[in-house]
């Protein structure tokens, strides 16, 4: 499941700001932002444990973020014809995914700092759209998808929040999914039963990516699905610096 909220500088040479809430099962091990790939050298990522993909993958270096979320497979493979979804974030910010993942279907949101693309996948054909500047919200389906309940009641609260100044961007947008919770059927932070089981929203990270560098944080909840002050407050006990990309490191030596 998952959501991502992202918004894309109408300005060039600023930063894509995006906000990734992640939903899976509490009792499938995992671990936050860290380099656990050895074979993709200077990823980090969140790492599922069971499958060893991820979930979200930035390459500070290329200056590339990559972030997943499911989506309904619409092919009639079997389980032994597909592989995890995991990988596809480590290719996304690599040498890129392939036209036809061996995957069920997913979203992927891939971000630079020219902008961000949407790559749907559901099994039998695969669409890859740059995303227009402005603020988007991206589920299960299309880009902001009025059929899903949350992106109709929280898109236009989002894209009326905006963005703050400062290092603490994000909290007018956490603000909205703080509000986003008195709502069950459409919050942003979920607790949902999918194919028998029940997914809890485990994790917010807020990201920018821009010329000068990738900067991503994170924050677990205390509570899988709840809101709860920790949630800002893990975000600013992150560290502030930005991770710089190879060309601005090149710039700097000169």
């Known amino acids: 499941m998952c959501t991502v909220v992202i918004d894309v500088p109408r300005n060039a040479g600023e930063p894509v700001r995006l906000l990734a809430v992640r939903d899976e099962d509490r009792d499938r091990p995992w671990r936050g932002l860290g380099p656990w790939w050895p074979a993709h050298e200077g990823v980090i990522g969140v790492r599922d444990d069971r499958a060893g993909g991820a979930w979200l993958a930035v390459d500070p270096g290329a200056g590339r973020l990559a972030v997943l979320l499911n989506r309904e497979d619409l092919s009639d493979r079997g389980d032994d014809e597909v592989v995890s979804r995991g990988s596809i974030p480590l290719e996304a910010v690599g040498r890129g995914i392939p036209d036809r993942p061996a995957t069920r279907g997913f979203n992927l949101v891939e971000v630079d700092a020219d902008g961000a693309h949407l790559v749907e996948w559901d ?129 700097a030596a000169q």
Do not use: K, N
């Not at 890859?128 to 402005?134: C, D, E, I, S, V």
């Not at 963005?163 to 961007?169: D, F, L, M, S, V």
């Not at 919770?181 to 979920?190: C, E, G, Q, Y």
């Open 123 to 251: 099994g039998l054909s695969a669409r890859r759209t740059r995303l227009a500047p402005g603020t988007h919200m991206i589920a299960h389906h299309a880009a902001d998808d009025p059929g899903t309940p949350r992106i109709a009641r929280w898109l236009e609260p989002l894209r009326a929040a905006g963005i703050a100044e400062g290092p603490e961007w994000w909290m007018p947008w956490l603000d909205v999914v703080e509000r986003a919770t008195v709502d069950p059927s459409a919050s942003i932070l979920r607790r949902d039963e999918h194919d028998g089981h029940v997914l809890e929203s485990l994790l917010v990270c807020a990201a920018s990516v821009g010329p000068d560098g990738v900067e991503v944080r994170e924050a677990t909840l205390a509570e899988p699905g709840r809101w709860g002050e920790g949630i800002p407050a893990g975000l600013r006990a992150q560290p502030g610096a930005a991770m710089p990309t190879a060309a601005t490191r090149a710039d």
